[in-house]
């Protein structure tokens, strides 16, 4: 979607934020140019895209390792989550309905174990994005977007597990819980990581 005056404004978000580099600003101005002296919002999304792609490759080649770094932290806390989830929320439940227990009858009981696994993955998720962010405080944009995709690409992640057309409920507070918890781990990271420190 682009306004009058002015290009798409999800490309030129991408621009500013997903490209780095000394001939960054540079290359916004010529792209602003060329776009307001006729070129079209397509031809504007190709060279965004583009220049896009090119500062990720050159990411990738000068913090590649740091990135790998700060991914596998990351995962590693997720992985945390899911034994504790295994471990506990999985076999709790299981090992109550063949052994009953006095407070393991009612509603109330089932709801918060619900509710305190909830609480639990948010807690999790968020300092997996916490710890994204304080080891590639430079790029946290790219090292969230890059995690991500190899959740995505993951099959031992539970969302992908659960139905793609029709998800039970349990899988959708599942989906909102661990997004929620990670942007807030990430955000309050990039924060608080990023406030100037007093000197003495």
């Not at 080649?61 to 945390?80: F, T």
Request: hydrophobic letters at 55%; glycine letters at 8%; proline letters at 7%.
């Amino acid at each position: 979607m682009s306004s009058p005056g002015h290009p798409p404004r999800l490309a030129s978000w991408m621009l500013r934020r997903l490209t780095a580099g000394p001939h960054a600003e540079a290359l916004e101005g010529d792209l602003l140019e060329a776009w307001r002296g006729g070129r079209g919002n397509g031809w504007y999304w190709r060279q965004v895209l583009v220049a896009v792609a090119a500062s990720l490759w050159r990411l990738a080649r000068s913090q590649g390792p740091a990135l790998a770094v700060a991914i596998a932290a990351s995962w590693a806390v997720m992985l945390a989550w899911f034994a504790l989830n295994n471990s506990l929320f999985e076999v709790l439940p299981s090992y109550l309905r063949n052994h009953p227990h006095p407070y393991s009858h009612g509603s109330v009981f089932w709801i918060a174990l619900f509710a305190g696994q909830a609480f639990v993955r948010l807690l999790m998720f968020a300092a997996s994005g916490a710890v994204l962010v304080r080891i590639q405080r430079a790029h946290p944009l790219v090292a969230s977007a890059a995690l991500l995709t190899t959740a995505s690409l993951w099959g031992f992640v539970p969302w992908k597990l659960a139905p793609v057309l029709d998800p039970p409920m349990h899988a959708i507070i599942h989906y909102l819980t661990a997004l929620a918890g990670f942007v807030i781990g990430a955000i309050l990271a990039a924060k608080f990581w990023r406030r100037p420190t007093l000197s003495r």
